[in-house]
């Protein structure tokens, strides 16, 4: 009953720019946070960046000052605008969020990842 969608993935050159889309839809009581992740091949699956309810947002040390994350409430939609591609950034990136589906039940939902490719 809950999705996350995502979109915007794609093939990009290094210093280029990407943005990505997520929109939860479905059974969704209220978002205590939606944010990204990504995994690289032989690498653990890390936070890019994430948005909370009351407004916290946290970077990972290496997309600082290159990657915003913002996020529509009434759309229940995060995005991931991406500046200064570095080949480093090639990985799949995951959509996540924390939700209440109803006044007492949380869970943890994941999209189905997009591959971002930065390459000359």
């Known amino acids: 009953q809950v999705q996350l969608v995502e979109s915007g993935g794609g093939l990009v050159q290094p210093g280029g720019s990407l943005r990505l889309s997520c929109a939860a839809s479905?059974?969704?009581?209220?978002?205590?946070?939606m944010g990204w992740y990504r995994q690289a091949p032989g690498k653990d699956r890390e936070l890019v960046a994430s948005k909370n309810s009351g407004g916290g947002i946290n970077y990972a040390d290496s997309v600082k000052g290159r990657f915003t994350i913002s996020r529509d409430n009434a759309k229940n939609t995060v995005y991931l605008q991406m500046n200064s591609l570095k080949p480093e950034d090639t990985a799949v990136y995951y959509c996540?969020?924390?939700?209440?589906?109803?006044?007492?039940?949380?869970?943890?939902?994941w999209g189905q990842g997009t591959q971002v490719t930065v390459s000359s």
């Open positions: 479905g059974s969704i009581f209220s978002i205590v946070s």
């Open positions: 996540n969020s924390y939700l209440y589906t109803d006044h007492k039940h949380w869970s943890e939902y």
